[in-house]
């Protein structure tokens, strides 16, 4: 549990920086834990939302709104809430529960995305691939999935900086992340300044890093 | 067949009957729920209501408290990075864009842990809480706000521009009434998002809902009954705001 600092003592108001070259193991071994956690849990949810946003935009009516409960579900309860189910009362250790809470949370806002995706997409098109003689499924798999695809690249980009974000929530169920490292130098040294700068740095270049390999991928599949 | 129940079937194929039978239901799962739920310790967990009430009114009051300094502080910014001279723009620009590529529990860290040593004086966990929401809530409601004053059209303001009004008139009375209608429904869902967020002041101990409920089960052990007390809460608080943006807007999407 993080304490903060009891007794401030003039000296210590002063900022001394060697301490992040002293914690870089900690620091990086905080960063790798939350690259991997967000890279898996960015590649869970898109499959897992891919899925329930294709099957929500079926035409069929309680699919639609089973699909549409599911999402309203997940969205509507915190992320730590669902984590601490997972960790607390099933007992699932800490790195499974904070995949797959943070996976199902955002699962849910990928859902979303998709499926105004493919609301996007004009419903004439539709009308013209049944009329050339196509299949419902070859008008979803040739027609809507291609376009789709090219449209949520924007915001799924969002949703893949809120991955990272919504990372740090972990360290409350003792996955040894960037920001659990963060209170651990924090609680050792009394240095949270130094160590909070150094991680708000290192989560912005994470969210950067994200940004423009989404916006090189946006103009790999632009259309011509 | 007789022609009742023959209107029953007929009813079914339209979306209004589906719309019904879906309802129905739902209705059904949530009893089945509640009668697979009846076993839980539930008389351990009936003493200490008044706790857990006073847990999520607190997260309430953080959230609605937190928002209302926010959309405060937040019209500044925002007119600053929309109509602000090149400098200031930058500025705002800058300060917005950092707070929301942080986490939000680095936000709450910092204002826990650093302000202290910034200002000197120790600042209680409740204090930082409803500060480092605030700032949240000031960040992302500047965007909601900037969209606000972009969905005016263009058009209007050059109208009003030809019919000799000042800037100061055009902001006042073309763009800021149209931008502020436009803008309820973001706002409220930005509510959603932060009522969401007072979640994760449960790491620097506000006796929030969740913290509330995370120490009654410290001292009863009854996880069921009370995560799914605080699932319910969540649940109930956010869909209740959800259904308000909706009651506003039926189109809007909901982004948080």
Known sequence: MPRAPAALKPKDAFVDWSILWQYRGAFWSGFTVTVWLSAACIVGSTIVGLLAGCLGSLPSFFLRRLISAYTELLRNIPLVVKLFFFYFVLGIPGIPAALLALTLHQSAYVADVVTAGIRSIARGQVDAGLSLGHGYWQIFRYLIIPQMLRIVIPPMTSQYVAIIKHSSVVGLVAVQDLTFQTQEINVATFRGFEAATATTVLYGLLALAMIAAMAALEKRFAWR | MSGASFAIVQSLRTERGKEWLWRLGVLLVVIAGAYAARDLEWGKVAASWQFLLKGLGRSWLLALASIFVGAVAAFPLALARVYGPTGVRHA???????????????????????????????????????????????????????????????????????????????????????????????????????????????????MEFLRSVTVINNTLFAPYPLYLILALGYFVSCFAITRLVRWFDPKYQLVD
């Open chain 2, 92 to 206: 705002a620009t800058a300060l917005i864009e950092t707070v929301r590529s942080i986490p939000e529990l680095m936000i709450i860290f910092w204002v826990y842990f650093t302000l202290p040593l910034v200002i000197g004086a120790q600042v209680d966990s409740w204090e930082a809480a409803l500060g480092s929401l605030s700032v949240i809530a000031a960040a992302y409601l500047a965007e909601v706000i900037r969209a606000g004053l972009y969905s005016v059209p263009r058009g209007q303001i050059e109208a009003a521009e030809t019919t000799g009004m000042s800037r100061l008139h055009i902001f006042l009375h073309v763009v800021l009434p149209q931008a502020l209608r436009n803008m309820v429904p973001a706002l409220i869902a930005q509510l959603v998002a932060l009522f969401k967020t007072t979640s994760l002041v449960y790491a620097i101990g506000v």
